[in-house]
């Protein structure tokens, strides 16, 4: 008989998204006239920018005329979205990143799985608790963990504690790491981090022979002029870091699909036989047989992203958000709860009343008010006490939710 990947065996319950949607639909049934609000999962709720339709369409309609029909498209993305990714989000911010160097995918989350695939599996491998729960559970699935603890830690795993006392920013190890998982602004605390912060760890790799993975899904709501956007912007990242940025959600494409990584050429990590090897061109090779590229229409309508319409329509709409992202934090602290990020970062982090546990506070949030949000549990012990508020919703939504919480409380 065929046998499974046991590693699979290891991983708790459920992803936390769907246990959400599970228990959200269980309460949907038994109580089926309950106006529910969701500001659970980080998904966008806002049209797309109307430069983003308008290429995609044309580029329908390429596709319906023979002579701009277009079959499979290169794995790494047509050149003209990577020269702009390259050019508008990068250089233009001092940072030598090439366009070559740029992955166009189908997204964010997918890339900080896969990139798996070009590691060893002796590595030492750090996350911050609580975290992005998909680091951790593609590190159980490919073996790179024992099973988990009775409080949900993986043997194997070294975790990096980030609560309020360190600002939601991880200590740097006194221990040698191999790769290190950092995300700013940060899901789920909605942290982010300081030039100086982000220096210390590239020190800290480059002394090391570390990579760093830095997400940086969210830098489009970083509004302080003083936080970098891109590791890039550090001195010596170069040497150090893969970074993985989305169009999810600065310009609405969670549905939509589009994203990309970014594999400076002068990476270099160690195979077996002790040689420096350019982790560009495993990834190439990687992305090369594994995947065929995200679909021209999709890519045309990332490509409008970068156009003045298009830049000018993904700055109101993160705008928006931002805005939800204040009232949440007005409102909460109104009601005397504590509550953390939401000013450079979708995310507000808030702290349970009277130390009640996180999916306590779920199912109350759900049962009295009729509020989806996350517990803070779910991405990781750490998070226990903790529930994350997320401001993608429409403005009627979040005023409706906020004014449910604060009556109830
Ligand atoms: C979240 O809610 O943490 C995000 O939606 C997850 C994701 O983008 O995959």
Redesign the pocket.
């Known amino acids: 008989m065929a046998t499974i990947n046991d590693n699979y065996l290891k991983l708790k319950a459920g992803y936390l998204?769907p246990e959400i949607g599970r228990r959200v639909a269980a309460f949907a049934k038994a109580n089926p006239e309950a106006p529910i609000i969701k500001l659970g999962?980080?998904?966008v709720t806002e049209p797309l920018p109307e430069a983003c339709r308008t290429a995609m369409i044309k580029a329908v309609e390429d596709m319906g005329d023979r002579n701009s029909f277009k079959g499979y498209g290169p794995e790494q993305g047509y050149p003209w979205l990577r020269e702009k990714i390259a050019t508008q989000d990068f250089q233009a911010r001092g940072c030598e990143i090439d366009a070559s160097e740029i992955f166009v995918s189908d997204g964010a989350?997918c890339d900080s799985g896969n990139i798996l695939d070009i590691f060893g599996n002796n590595n030492t491998i750090a996350v911050t608790d609580p975290v992005?729960p998909v680091y951790v559970d593609t590190n159980v699935m490919t073996g790179h963990t024992g099973p988990a603890s009775e409080e949900g830690k993986y043997g194997g795993l070294v975790y990096m504690p980030i609560t309020a006392d360190n600002h939601f920013t991880a200590q740097i190890p006194d221990q040698k790491i191999d790769l290190i998982y950092l995300c700013f602004p940060n899901?789920?605390t909605g942290a982010v981090a300081s030039k100086a912060h982000l220096q210390a760890w590239v020190n800290y790799a480059k002394a090391n022979g570390s990579i760093i993975f830095f997400d940086a899904a969210y830098e489009a709501f970083i509004t302080d002029p003083e936080l970098p956007h891109s590791i890039y912007e550090i001195e010596g990242a170069r040497e150090c870091a893969i970074e993985f940025r989305s169009f999810?959600k600065n310009a609405g494409f969670t549905g939509t699909r589009c994203a990309f990584t970014v594999v400076p050429k002068s990476l270099k990590a160690k195979a077996a036989d002790g040689s420096d090897v350019e982790l560009w061109t495993l990834w190439n090779r990687r992305q090369s047989t594994k995947f065929n590229g995200v679909s021209y229409i999709v890519q045309r309508g990332a490509e409008a992203v970068y156009s003045e319409a298009g830049q000018n329509q993904i700055k109101a709409l993160i705008q928006f958000y931002l805005e939800n992202a204040q009232i949440i934090r007005e409102q909460l602290t109104t009601a005397g709860l504590t509550v953390y990020g939401g000013v450079n970062a979708p995310y507000v982090w808030v702290k349970t009343p009277n130390n009640i546990s996180s999916w306590d506070f779920f199912d109350k949030l759900l049962h009295n008010s009729n509020v989806v949000g996350t517990p803070g549990s779910g991405f990781g012990a750490a998070g226990e006490g903790y529930f994350r508020i997320?401001a993608f919703n429409s403005r009627e939504n979040v005023n409706e939710a906020m004014r449910r919480i604060t009556s109830a409380s």
């Open positions: 998204f999962i980080g998904d989350k992005y899901n789920p999810s997320s």
